[in-house]
């Protein structure tokens, strides 16, 4: 007896014949399992399709949902953070300029950062600032030279702020240093002095001038590099030349000479911290006289004659008061002749 292949359909009978009733019962189940299958699958595609229809009108709904409140809640905490910046409050209108950031805007993506880093310049958080204000610069590349130009000037203001603290900040140092010294100083020889100069940092212990010295140098030098930078960034493509009326270039030259200005005045600040350099040690050959001028020599010539002369007139005064004592004795005196 042949084995038939699984795939072969299987033997019906011939037409009219009563059919196989085994043969017809597994027919029966294997179409019921195939029809069950493809009743599954409907079921899940069917299902699968409401889930992304669900989802999509919950994406929608969460997006118009969010326009809403953007469309509502934008207009109240710009107007809040305006209120703020307008008393004053710096800190608080950068807290709700922040805000922005959460509901973005796509023409202007760049506006909530310079608003907020604008805020933190005027609260004198000068490295929060400087990193909106660094982030608006670069959302603004397709922005307008104006919008550009307006970023990086804010920038160029933080960093030259921040500089100027630092310097301040050295100022104070150098201060307490010249007190520190003038104290040690008084101290050793014995005098009064303010104990309170020993320690100008208020640490509980004597400060040291070293210290003193290079931290005041370290703000000195951040200073330097921060106005170096304030000048940098205003070179800037943001700002073309061509594009710049005749008040804001003159505007930006006065800002770079100040800026070098004050630069320079950083640097000489730090010279002038060092200590003074030892003195040259003492020679022990005594220095040679300088050679005399013709003045100087002449001068001596007429000095040594009217020596001479002084000394010749006193051997003369001698030689003749030795004769008049020879001729009227010691004490004598000429008689007195009436005329």
């Not at 070293?210 to 304030?230: I, K, P």
């Not at 002449?298 to 004769?323: F, H, K, S, T, Y």
């Amino acid at each position: 007896m042949t084995r038939r292949d699984e795939n072969t359909p299987k033997y019906r009978g011939p037409a009219g014949a009563p059919p196989d009733s085994a043969a017809r019962k597994r027919h029966d189940a294997k179409r019921d399992r195939a029809g069950l299958r493809t009743a599954q699958r409907d079921r899940v595609a069917a299902k699968r399709r409401q889930a992304i229809a669900r989802s999509c009108a919950a994406g929608l709904a969460v997006v118009m949902l969010l326009a809403g409140v953007r469309l509502i809640a934008l207009p109240t905490v710009t107007a809040l953070a305006a209120s703020k910046h307008s008393a004053e409050d710096y800190r608080g209108a950068a807290n709700l300029y922040g805000v922005q950031k959460v509901f973005p805007n796509v023409v202007e993506p760049w506006k909530a950062y310079y608003n907020a880093g604008t805020a933190l310049v005027r609260a004198e958080e000068f490295e929060a600032a400087k990193r909106e204000l660094d982030d608006a610069y670069h959302r603004a590349e397709n922005g307008t030279d104006e919008q550009r130009c307006m970023i990086q000037t804010n920038l160029s203001i933080a960093y030259e702020l921040d500089a100027d603290r630092e310097r301040s900040q050295a100022g104070d140092l150098a201060e307490a240093l010249k007190r520190l010294t003038a104290a040690l100083a008084a101290k050793a020889a014995g005098k009064p002095y303010d104990a309170a100069d020993l320690d100008p940092l208020e640490t509980g212990t004597p400060a040291k001038p070293d210290d003193l010295r290079a931290e005041a140098t370290q703000h000195l030098d951040w200073a330097a590099h921060g106005y170096a930078t304030a000048k940098q960034i205003r070179t800037w493509p943001g700002c073309p030349e061509a594009n710049r009326s005749e008040e804001r270039e003159q505007q930006d030259k006065e800002a770079q000479r100040r800026l070098d200005r004050k630069r320079q005045d950083s640097t000489d600040a730090k010279d002038s911290l060092q200590p003074p350099p030892p003195g040259p040690a003492p020679d022990p050959s005594p220095n040679p006289s300088p050679s005399p001028s013709p003045q100087d020599k002449a001068e001596a010539d007429r000095m040594e004659r009217l020596r001479q002369q002084n000394e010749e007139a006193n051997q003369a005064g001698d030689a003749d008061r030795q004769a008049y004592e020879n001729a009227y004795g010691e004490g004598g005196a000429p008689p007195s002749r009436n005329w």
